[in-house]
């Protein structure tokens, strides 16, 4: 199997008070995503949070989707991790686009790429 | 609660082949790092891939562990992000022993900041 991977970073603001607090919505919203992407869902697990705020992961034969929610301030963190030829970026603006966010920032990571890396990551090499 | 959150990506290689096919003790590590990090475990879910590999994640109130082996090739590909006054360093350095890495990359992220932030991000804002 190929460790290189695709790793996107989703801020999303100005979301959807009540879809950022329904932990149905977003477990249905995220297994959708996953699947939309052509992924295999392997584990659900989504935990809600007293007063408010979600947090939850699909994991996927390609890797993993994930999300901590925090609906008092329209704000909910995703990531969305693949491998293989599948695009994450298809998962994040579904998401994105489901929890009703009206401002976003989105970075993608490349993982898995080689024992060391280039650009501002801290090398640690004990043998 | 605070959205700010430390998102530490951890390229983990030359680990041990055995570690990283054993989904109990990838879990039993994963849930002792947690809560030597001071976190509080909400949920827990692993996969065992065939012929080998593990994907799993550890939900934490103050948000999760992820990881994605693939024994074959040495790597574990592992996510710590954590809210509050956590240190996910400490469950990072703790996992990456645990598994036998001889060699790593750490990059640290910064979540939940505001709604734009600088740096190498694509940003879209639709209103």
Same mark, same amino acid.
């Given at each position: !199997? ?6 996107? #970073? ?12 329904? !932990?149905?919505? #977003? ?9 939309? =992407? ?13 007063? &408010?705020?979600? =947090?939850?992961?699909? #994991? #996927? ?39 009703? =966010?009206? =401002? ?5 990571? &490349?993982?898995? !790429? ?14």
């Amino acid at each position: !199997m190929e460790t290189m991977g695709r790793h996107v #970073i989703a801020e999303l603001w100005q979301c959807d008070f009540d879809k950022l607090n329904d !932990m149905d919505f #977003i477990e249905k919203t995220f297994v959708d995503a996953a699947l939309k =992407s052509g992924a295999e869902v392997r584990e659900v697990a989504f935990h809600k949070f007293a007063p &408010q705020g979600v =947090s939850g992961v699909v #994991i #996927i034969s390609e890797s993993h989707l994930t999300i901590h929610s925090f609906p008092e301030h329209g704000y909910a963190s995703v990531d969305v991790y693949t491998c293989g030829d599948m695009d994450p970026t298809i998962a994040a603006d579904y998401i994105a686009l489901a929890l009703g =966010s009206q =401002s976003s920032e989105v970075k993608e990571l &490349q993982r898995g !790429m080689g024992p060391v890396g280039a650009g501002k990551t801290k090398v640690t090499v004990t043998a």
